[in-house]
């Protein structure tokens, strides 16, 4: 069973940037697509990006394009999310995600398409 550990959240200003990294336990991390997830207070948990396998197909969010970079090194068994040009309406904890579905930009927006999760970070953006 993979077990996924996030890292890198905290508290920045708006504007400002953080990088999230998601480490995964298991030996088969290479052969999941891995997506992040956010959930705000009192909002439900929604897509954020995601990525293949090998790294080389990516989606976005409408909401965190041209801001967000998701990428991967799988030789660390780790997924990162760069967040540059943070909005306040960023703020929530943000969740890694691997799943075993074969890569569709589609099927990678829908959290019921993922195998493991990981406990989340917590990113709060002030203005």
């Known amino acids: 069973q993979e077990q996924l550990v996030e890292s890198g959240g905290g508290l920045v200003q708006a504007g400002g940037s953080l990088r999230l990294s998601c480490t995964a336990s298991?030996?088969?991390?290479?052969?999941?697509?891995a997506g992040w997830f956010r959930q705000a207070p009192g909002k439900e948990r929604e897509f954020v990006a995601a990525?293949?396998?090998?790294?080389?197909?990516?989606a976005y969010a409408d909401s965190v394009k041209d801001r967000f970079t998701i990428s991967r090194d799988n030789a660390k068994n780790t997924v990162y999310l760069q967040m540059s040009s943070l909005k306040v309406g960023d703020t929530a904890v943000y969740y890694c995600?691997?799943?075993?579905?074969?890569?569709?930009?589609?099927?990678?927006?829908?959290?019921?398409?993922?195998?493991?999760w990981g406990q989340g970070t917590q990113v709060s953006v002030s203005s």
């Open positions: 990525t293949g396998r090998n790294g080389l197909r990516s």
């Open positions: 995600a691997t799943s075993r579905r074969v890569w569709s930009p589609t099927l990678m927006t829908s959290d019921s398409n993922y195998n493991y």
């Open positions: 298991g030996r088969t991390f290479s052969a999941y697509a």
